[in-house]
């Protein structure tokens, strides 16, 4: 069965960076995109962009260029968000979500979440 | 960007009843890529519907969307208690991806 696995909760300091990893299994991995949404506290859902795992090209929300990262290890299956110059805004969890097999697909299946804290 | 405004903020009604959601685009969704998921306290969102009115694998009938252009509605016809969530469109047709602000459906 599709599964994405995340890494676990995370708490920064301002102006640091995060890695939030995201493991895909149980189907090819190579062959769907995937998305990074996150969540403020009591907020909606945040798209900030989406990678495909075969070559690794990204499309980033206009908001988060500059300071997102996302890389593919198709050794893995693993997919990571780098977040940089982390503000007390960035606090949120952070979603990984499998696509489809083109970019303008709904995502249909979703990682547990990851919280970041950023707390001086 | 397309900006998605869903109406009501909060709804709340009663077991057995038909619940209808609206979500209102900024401008024409390509290619009716219109989705609509569901979310739970302290859990990921769950596709429920995409393509505007495609139920996705295991969403029972009582789930449906509908629309075209601007104007969608996403309708749960007899309502359970389980069916108590937020709901929230999203367009995935043109970049960024973007959500509504989404709904929240109370069961009395």
């Known amino acids: 069965q599709v599964q994405l696995a995340q890494s676990g909760a995370e708490v920064k300091k301002p102006g640091a960076s995060v890695r939030v990893s995201c493991k895909a299994s149980g189907y090819m991995f190579v062959s769907y995109y995937i998305h990074w949404v996150r969540q403020g506290p009591g907020q909606g859902l945040e798209w900030m962009g989406v990678i495909n795992p075969s070559g690794g090209s990204t499309d980033l929300a206009q908001s988060f260029r500059g300071r997102v990262t996302m890389i593919s290890d198709t050794s893995t299956g693993t997919v990571y968000m780098d977040l940089s110059g982390l503000t007390f805004e960035d606090t949120a969890v952070y979603f990984c979500?499998?696509?489809?097999?083109?970019?303008?697909?709904?995502?249909?299946?979703w990682g547990q979440g990851t919280l970041v804290t950023v707390s001086s | 960007e397309i900006v998605l405004t869903q109406s009501p903020g909060t709804l709340s009604l009663s077991p057995g009843e038909r619940a209808t959601l609206s979500c209102r685009a900024s401008?024409?969704?390509?290619?009716?890529?219109l989705a609509w998921y569901q979310q739970k306290p302290g859990q990921a969102p769950r596709l429920l519907i995409y393509g505007v009115s495609t139920r996705a694998t295991g969403i029972p009938d009582r789930f449906s969307g509908g629309g075209s252009g601007t104007d969608f509605t996403f309708i749960i016809s007899r309502l359970e208690p389980e069916d108590s969530a937020v709901y929230y469109c999203e367009q995935y047709g043109q970049s960024p991806n973007t959500f509504g602000q989404g709904t929240k459906l109370e069961i009395k």
């Open positions: 401008q024409n969704i390509h290619s009716n890529y």
């Open positions: 979500a499998r696509g489809g097999q083109w970019i303008q697909s709904p995502v249909d299946y």
